[in-house]
């Protein structure tokens, strides 16, 4: 940046971003210095070749089909979990509920996921994906059947899924969970676990395939844990299921050493967009969207029958700010982006502010040292030397009222400037 008044402006987020990365070297696990950008495009463009679906700005990609929730979940319109409690039989050492509010209560308390989701009805909320998760939900398998039966009745025709281990699933309960409405299981198969651990699940999964319409699994992908998952893709196909989701790893900001130990790293560069996300998962550890889009290509080089689905962390991002953001009323500078659902704004610094207001005729709104205006009006700017910042924002409802709250500046000019791949 040439600009001195842009640069000053730009270093407030760079000192930002610094702050954030010393949070996390503070919790005990290092920054890949390593981004893997090249290998990650190469990747990529193979998948594109064989045939694999991009959605969602490239962060969801999925060979062969894709389960109806994950497409809501994109922007999260219709969607609702609940959970009787986050109590677990499992201790999962990357597991990221201890991130949740009041996590130690509601590992030994019990909600009524049942009585909320007639409180949702009551209050008129239109609901087309209903899912039950913990914790274990099956720990409380009494429960778990009446939420799904009060799904199928005050929400007809809903979509309705539920988030399970697999240890307590047996014929009786699987049979009761299918006569309340259930449509779709997902299991968690563990990599390690060991061969017999997930023969264990692999029985259940086969089970449940008698009695669930779509069963699937959906798990982590940990870093050198390839031949393991490649042989539950193919245990899978063999069984007929409907498919994999395959979830990109992340670090919880917790049990640093048992990441440490594994030789796991955080993900050089963990988010797009810097911000207090609601999904708890954490922080990607480096290699696993690798190893996620080689399954991927493996998938489709062995013509496999499931749907297998690649899920980044960045694609369970983006329906939060899709409901943060859309519909809201917003200054007449900031332009609502379909590519990554964040608001847009255009801005020029220091000696720029008088050219650019005589060039667009003195549209834009004036602040201390900068012009803001609508990114539409860049190209209007083309042939003049200018460097343009884009900001990126999101609205967020506090005490004092409604902002438009700038999470970072990118940096453009006029005739490179591409609303495509800019906004």
Same mark, same amino acid.
């Given at each position: $940046?040439?600009?001195?008044?842009?640069?000053?402006?730009?270093?407030?987020? !760079?000192? #930002?971003?610094?702050?954030?990365?010393?949070?996390?070297?503070?919790? %005990?696990?290092?920054?890949? @210095?390593?981004?893997?950008?090249?290998? +990650?495009?190469?990747?990529?463009?193979?998948?594109?070749?064989?045939?694999?679906?991009?959605?969602?700005?490239?962060?969801? #990609?999925?060979?062969?089909?894709?389960?109806?929730?994950?497409?809501?979940?994109?922007?999260? !319109?219709?969607?609702?979990?609940?959970?009787?409690?986050?109590?677990?039989?499992?201790?999962? &050492?990357?597991?990221?509920?201890?991130?949740?509010?009041?996590?130690?209560?509601?590992?030994?308390?019990?909600?009524?996921?049942?009585?909320?989701?007639?409180?949702?009805?009551?209050?008129?909320?239109?609901?087309?994906?209903?899912?039950?998760? %913990?914790?274990?939900?099956?720990?409380?398998?009494?429960?778990?059947?009446?939420? /799904?039966?009060? =799904?199928?009745?005050? /929400?007809?025709?809903?979509?309705?899924?539920?988030?399970?281990?697999?240890?307590?699933?047996?014929?009786?309960?699987?049979?009761?969970?299918?006569?309340?409405?259930?449509?779709?299981?997902?299991?968690?198969?563990?990599?390690?676990?060991?061969?017999?651990?997930?023969?264990?699940?692999? *029985?259940?999964?086969?089970?449940?395939?008698?009695?669930?319409?779509?069963?699937? !699994?959906?798990?982590?992908?940990?870093?050198?844990?390839? *031949? #393991? $998952?490649?042989?539950?893709?193919?245990?899978?196909?063999? $069984?007929?299921?409907?498919?994999?989701?395959?979830?990109?790893?992340?670090?919880?900001?917790?049990?640093?050493?048992?990441?440490?130990?594994?030789?796991?790293?955080?993900?050089?560069?963990?988010?797009?967009?810097?911000?207090?996300?609601?999904? =708890?998962?954490?922080?990607?550890?480096?290699?696993?969207?690798? *190893?996620?889009?080689?399954?991927?290509?493996?998938?489709?080089?062995?013509?496999?029958?499931?749907?297998?689905?690649?899920?980044?962390?960045?694609?369970?991002?983006?329906?939060?700010?899709?409901?943060?953001?859309?519909?809201?009323?917003? @200054?007449?500078? =900031?332009? &609502?982006?379909?590519?990554?659902? &964040?608001?847009? !704004?255009?801005?020029?610094?220091?000696?720029?502010?008088?050219?650019?207001?005589?060039?667009?005729?003195?549209?834009?709104?004036?602040?201390?040292?900068?012009?803001? &205006?609508?990114?539409?009006? +860049?190209?209007?700017?083309?042939? $003049?030397?200018?460097?343009?910042?884009?900001?990126?924002?999101?609205?967020?409802?506090?005490?004092?009222?409604?902002?438009?709250?700038?999470?970072? #500046?990118?940096?453009?000019?006029?005739?490179?400037?591409?609303?495509?791949?800019?906004?």
């Amino acid at each position: $940046m040439q600009n001195p008044l842009f640069r000053a402006y730009a270093e407030g987020y !760079v000192q #930002i971003y610094e702050e954030f990365t010393d949070q996390v070297r503070q919790t %005990g696990l290092p920054f890949d @210095p390593e981004g893997y950008e090249a290998e +990650i495009a190469t990747r990529r463009d193979a998948l594109r070749a064989k045939g694999a679906i991009f959605r969602n700005n490239g962060h969801s #990609i999925y060979a062969g089909r894709i389960s109806p929730a994950c497409v809501a979940c994109q922007k999260g !319109v219709g969607s609702a979990t609940f959970y009787t409690s986050l109590k677990c039989h499992r201790n999962c &050492f990357y597991c990221f509920n201890p991130n949740q509010e009041d996590y130690s209560l509601q590992t030994q308390t019990q909600r009524d996921p049942a009585a909320e989701l007639r409180e949702l009805s009551d209050q008129g909320f239109q609901v087309s994906h209903l899912a039950l998760t %913990g914790g274990e939900p099956l720990l409380y398998p009494k429960e778990a059947c009446g939420f /799904f039966a009060t =799904a199928r009745e005050r /929400f007809p025709g809903a979509h309705t899924r539920l988030y399970t281990a697999g240890d307590h699933v047996n014929r009786d309960l699987l049979r009761r969970l299918r006569d309340a409405g259930l449509t779709e299981i997902r299991f968690s198969v563990r990599a390690h676990d060991g061969a017999h651990g997930r023969r264990h699940t692999y *029985d259940r999964i086969a089970l449940a395939k008698e009695y669930i319409p779509a069963v699937m !699994v959906e798990t982590p992908v940990l870093p050198g844990t390839i *031949d #393991i $998952m490649k042989e539950m893709l193919l245990e899978l196909d063999h $069984m007929h299921v409907f498919g994999a989701n395959l979830l990109e790893f992340c670090f919880p900001f917790h049990n640093a050493e048992a990441f440490r130990k594994r030789g796991y790293l955080v993900k050089h560069r963990p988010y797009e967009t810097l911000y207090d996300y609601w999904y =708890a998962g954490g922080l990607p550890v480096s290699r696993s969207e690798l *190893d996620c889009l080689e399954l991927l290509e493996f998938t489709l080089d062995k013509g496999l029958g499931i749907g297998v689905h690649y899920c980044s962390l960045e694609n369970k991002h983006t329906g939060q700010v899709y409901l943060q953001n859309w519909g809201q009323s917003v @200054p007449p500078t =900031a332009a &609502f982006s379909e590519r990554d659902y &964040f608001f847009k !704004v255009a801005k020029v610094f220091g000696d720029d502010v008088s050219l650019v207001q005589a060039a667009l005729d003195g549209a834009g709104e004036p602040y201390a040292g900068y012009l803001e &205006f609508h990114p539409a009006l +860049i190209e209007r700017l083309r042939g $003049m030397n200018l460097e343009v910042g884009i900001g990126t924002c999101v609205v967020e409802h506090r005490p004092e009222g409604q902002v438009l709250r700038e999470l970072k #500046i990118g940096l453009t000019r006029p005739e490179l400037f591409d609303p495509a791949v800019d906004l």
